[in-house]
């Protein structure tokens, strides 16, 4: 088989299992029902993954190189700091949103149970993308505190209450809730919901 | 039994079960796992529930009575629009961090299946809560209006770029995703917590 068949097919099990667990349940849902929804047999099925916990690692690994791939690796060349955390906003905001990788994406938020080493391959992970955000929300309040010295008076320096990593937290639970509440018919999207969120943490609620 | 006994009781099973749903997820818990870890019969657990269904819906209903009697209740009698939004950020991170609380709270995002007349209910609650936060935020965001068109200059208003539904989920993103993230040992707890995420709320990360 080449190799691009393979990933093809490996991708196709993922997204949907992904489906099938968010439609049922994790523990409800057996190899057999993945293999009947893509209409393999349970042989094939395991030719891929040898257990459900593999594939859900595998899914939720697959999330986390989504976010790598379409988030974190094109914001790195950016190198205005703003500018790069107005493109992780945007970026983030569209892979969420995204109609193809959403069974895949929303997986990492589900608490699961995953055997504790696989888990801490995915929370380890989850925290480096915590600290890109962390380091570029520092470096963001540490550009604009530069040009506020240069233009205004000392005693109006902005003061910096909101750390970066409060900050980092705040960005990440407005993104990552979206699947809670969005609607593909609702009035709020990519569109629309993406300079109101870049707004709101670059201004608050009456930027 | 006295009414006070029998309240108890279903609040602590509620809690009990709450806390092995999440430990072991909800499909993996039997009924006969929630009467074990209570020490009761399964004929003492039934005679308050009837089916693990009752349990997770009763779960989820007691965590939006928490929200109504902690959040949305103490913050209605507050006059000054301003004031109410920083009470209800400050009481809804509170619940949401309460050691008691927070095994029962933490069940409402979980997206466990439940049958739909009472997936329903919730749903209806959760939304009661979302247009209440969302008319709040439109009145503070007017108040603020009418103060700035009182001192500055008309090119200067506040555009009012951030709708009070976006920033009500956004702000119900911020807290609700505490639970991913919040250690009971780490720096952010509730009182350093709550003023950064006010200050976000209001002016952005350069607040």
């Keep these: 088989m080449p190799r691009e068949t393979v990933v093809d097919s490996r991708q ?3 997204r949907t299992a992904a489906r099938l667990f968010q439609q049922r349940g994790y523990d409800a ?4 029902d993945v293999a009947a929804a893509l ?6 099925l395991y030719h891929h993954f040898q257990s459900k916990d ?3 690692f595998e899914i939720m690994n697959h999330a986390m190189e989504i976010t790598q791939e379409r988030v974190i690796n094109p914001v790195r060349g950016i190198a205005d700091p703003e500018e790069r955390l107005r493109a992780l ?3 983030h905001i569209e892979v969420v949103l995204s109609p193809r990788d959403r069974e895949i994406t929303v997986m990492l938020h589900e608490n699961h149970p995953l055997p504790p080493a696989l ?3 995915i929370n380890a992970r989850k925290k480096d993308y915590i600290h890109f955000l962390e380091n570029l929300m520092a470096e963001v309040q540490k550009e604009v505190q530069k040009t506020v010295q240069k233009t205004v008076q000392p005693a109006q320096f902005a003061k910096g209450k909101v750390s970066p990593r409060a900050a980092a937290f705040a960005l990440l639970g407005m993104i990552n809730w ?3 509440w969005y609607k593909p018919e609702g009035e709020l999207q ?3 919901l993406i300079p109101q969120f870049t707004d709101l943490i670059f201004g608050g609620i009456f930027a």
Tied chains: 1, 2.
């Design 12 to 14: 196709e099990i993922l």
């Design 39 to 44: 209409k393999l047999s349970k042989g094939g």
């Design 89 to 91: 906003i945007r970026l």
């Design 190 to 192: 990519a569109q629309t």
């Design 29 to 32: 849902t057996s190899m057999n």
């Design 119 to 121: 888990r801490k391959r």
């Design 54 to 56: 593999e594939i859900l």
């Design 178 to 180: 979206i699947y809670q």
